[in-house]
């Protein structure tokens, strides 16, 4: 009768999504938290107040201490931190490394310069992904058929977005997202491989060494 092998211990990876507004980085991340169990979002920690419609936990870990903030980051308990309109916006460190030592998996939907912050931190551990959209036209035409901002701001996103794409060099994984079905299918392709590599099989070494040591009849 065959045995059957228990699963093997491995590392966890930060699965890194970036992309210009529009061009389905947002959507992308969703659709994959909600359909691999293996996978949580990363939750920022932030000084802006909470809204109504906000769970603190949830969708931010909220302070309304901008000294204790200040003091994370100097103390270099942040992967990575911004301040966007006045208010700071940052990523703990420690909860992620507990996570990778569970073997679990942690998203982010940052950036360019976080991601840069992140890489400098943990480059072994980071996969990521710029996400491109198939054209200009196309991604103006996202913005506008999304109906959330004025002709000015959405102008203001495509400037940026020139400069968030000169980025994609920096990434391991460039998706051009001119298909939703196809480019989330190839994204959870990337995270299959990654999460097989060598140096995250924390318990192969062990494995190994019993099939070498093992008698064959």
Do not use: C
Not at 9 to 25: F, V
Not at 161 to 181: F, G, H, K, M, T
């Amino acid at each position: 009768m065959e045995s059957k092998m228990m699963p093997l211990k491995r590392r966890g990876l930060l699965l890194i999504l970036s992309s210009p507004s529009g061009a389905g980085k947002s959507t992308l991340t969703r659709n994959l938290v909600r359909e691999d169990r293996g996978i949580r979002l990363s939750i920022s920690v932030t000084t802006r107040h909470k809204r109504p419609s906000e769970i603190n936990g949830v969708h931010y870990n909220f302070t309304d201490s901008v000294t204790d903030f200040e003091d994370m980051r100097d103390r270099g308990d942040l992967l990575e931190w911004a301040q966007v309109h006045g208010n700071y916006y940052g990523t703990p460190r420690k909860p992620v490394e507990q996570a990778l030592a569970r073997g679990e998996d942690v998203m982010f939907d940052i950036d360019w310069q976080g991601t840069k912050q992140i890489v400098e931190k943990m480059r072994a551990d980071v996969v990521s992904v710029f996400i491109l959209p198939p054209s200009m036209e196309e991604l103006k035409a996202r913005l506008e058929r999304r109906a959330e901002d004025v002709p000015e701001v959405i102008a203001r996103r495509l400037r940026n977005a020139r400069e968030e794409i000169a980025q994609w060099e920096s990434y391991d994984y460039v998706l051009v997202n001119d298909d939703l079905d196809r480019t989330f299918g190839d994204l959870k392709s990337i995270l299959a491989a990654e999460r097989l590599k060598r140096e995250r099989q924390i318990d192969m070494g062990g494995f190994v060494d019993t099939l070498l040591a093992a008698a064959v009849e």
